[in-house]
């Protein structure tokens, strides 16, 4: 979702700048917004739009909803089976997470994917999914709980990062073929956009991305973090884990483009709250 500005009214406008300059500080401001009303999420973004402040410093202070663990190195046995925590970062919050899956899981995670790819989408303004230029690879989505492998992953993921199975999206599959990639973007959805209210009337935010590895793309293909010049390679049965709760901008990445092979991939995006 792209950013945009003068969607707040003059009169909610004027009225944030002057209660700010009467003394009053952000939380009592957000807190006479709310109790007048207005949707706390959007009590966030008009304050923060308003005032300048970035919005990740208002949202940490905002009580929400469930946060994710980040699995702890060296390593967490789960499922019968060791996941190595092999490299993190705080800033934005990372894991490289080895041996999540076995070459069994991701081989069968593929067969069952590719009948059913399309063109990937992205989710637009209104909260309807489009198709993306910055997006080229192709995909499809799992429904919670589809198949017997699928719930075993996300049950995994639900113990690795102590978050409940129904937090998740459908898990979503992607192909990428040489040259095909995934532009610098947010998992987050920006509050300061129309679709926001409707993209998280369920599940309220998203709060963290586990993208695993089905392969390894012979050259290209990483998962990229380039606010902090961060790569990850992909590498078949591994996944990268990143939170970014109250909107981290720290967390902005990128499907770099695959150059030799092919790249799939299993994204499962968590949210704030049960998606039902
Ligand atoms: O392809 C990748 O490495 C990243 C995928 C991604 O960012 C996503 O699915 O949201
Ligand atoms: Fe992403």
């Not at 998740?168 to 995934?182: K, N, R, S, T």
């Not at 981290?248 to 709250?273: C, M, N, Y």
Request: charge should be neutral.
């Amino acid at each position: 979702m792209r950013a945009s500005s003068g969607s707040i009214n003059p009169q909610l406008r004027e009225w944030i700048l002057a209660t700010a300059r009467a003394g009053h500080g952000v939380p009592e401001v957000l807190k006479l917004l709310k109790d007048a009303g207005y949707p706390p999420a959007q009590c966030r973004s008009a304050v923060a739009e308003v005032l300048k402040i970035p919005l990740s410093s208002i949202n940490a202070n905002t009580p929400s909803g469930r946060r994710t663990r980040a699995p702890v190195a060296p390593r967490t046995i789960v499922d019968g089976r060791e996941v190595r925590v092999s490299a993190g970062m705080e800033a934005p919050i990372v894991r490289v997470l080895d041996g999540l899956l076995d070459k069994g899981e991701c081989a069968a995670l593929i067969d069952a994917a590719r009948p059913r790819l399309d063109r990937a989408m992205t989710v637009a303004e209104d909260g309807k999914h489009q198709v993306d230029e910055r997006r080229t690879s192709a995909g499809m989505f799992f429904k919670l709980g589809e198949t017997p492998l699928v719930r075993t992953i996300e049950q995994r993921l639900a113990t690795l990062l102590d978050v409940p199975v129904e937090h998740g999206e459908g898990l979503q599959v992607l192909h990428y073929l040489p040259g095909q990639e995934y532009e610098p973007h947010y998992d987050w959805f920006d509050p300061t956009q129309p679709g926001f209210a409707a993209v998280t009337a369920r599940g309220g935010q998203r709060i963290a991305s586990v993208v695993m590895y089905l392969n390894t793309p012979e050259e290209g293909g990483g998962t990229g973090f380039p606010n902090v010049g961060l790569t990850v390679t992909a590498l078949a049965g591994s996944a990268v884990y990143f939170a970014y709760e109250g909107g981290d901008t720290s967390s902005l990445h990128a499907g770099l483009p695959v150059v030799r092979g092919e790249k799939w991939i299993a994204t499962k995006w968590l949210r704030e709250r049960p998606l039902r």
